[in-house]
Nanobody, 128 residues
Framework: VQLQASGGGLVQAGGSLRLSCAHG???????VGWFRQAPGKEREFVSA????????YYADSVKGRFTISRDSTKNTVYLQMNRLKPEDTAVYYC???????????????????????WGQGTLVTVSS
């Protein structure tokens, strides 16, 4: 496993958290996505950033509240989560694209099947 997610925790509604996904240096050439899985629900796409950070993608449910970024000098992808809601409660996972240097459409990055390298999750709990 080359990815490690961290930064989860308990926060009140309206608060903020920043998740980090530390990865091996080679994954700087890969898109990285964030997904989440709430209890009893399927894992769903949250956000993705392409290898050179020129494009980012967001699920409608988080658009305008979450921001994804990456720092290749630190081999880390971040997910800044603001104005958190109770429905954001989930285990958050980061994952790397199957192939390097992809430049697909948003549909490509939304698809969980295009990620084959998963980190362990980090739990985010938002209280009302």
């Amino acid at each position: 496993v080359q990815l490690q997610a961290s930064g989860g925790g308990l926060v009140q509604a309206g608060g903020s958290l920043r998740l980090s996904c530390a990865h091996g240096r080679t994954l700087n050439n890969y898109a990285v996505g964030w997904f989440r899985q709430a209890p009893g629900k399927e894992r769903e796409f949250v956000s993705a950033i392409v290898w050179n950070a020129r494009n980012t993608y967001y699920a409608d449910s988080v658009k305008g509240r979450f921001t994804i970024s990456r720092d290749s000098t630190k081999n880390t992808v971040y997910l800044q989560m603001n104005r958190l809601k109770p429905e954001d409660t989930a285990v958050y996972y980061c994952a790397a694209d199957r192939s390097p240097y992809t430049s697909g459409s948003s549909v490509y990055y939304f698809a969980i099947s295009n990620y084959n390298n998963w980190g362990q999750g980090t739990l985010v709990t938002v209280s009302s």
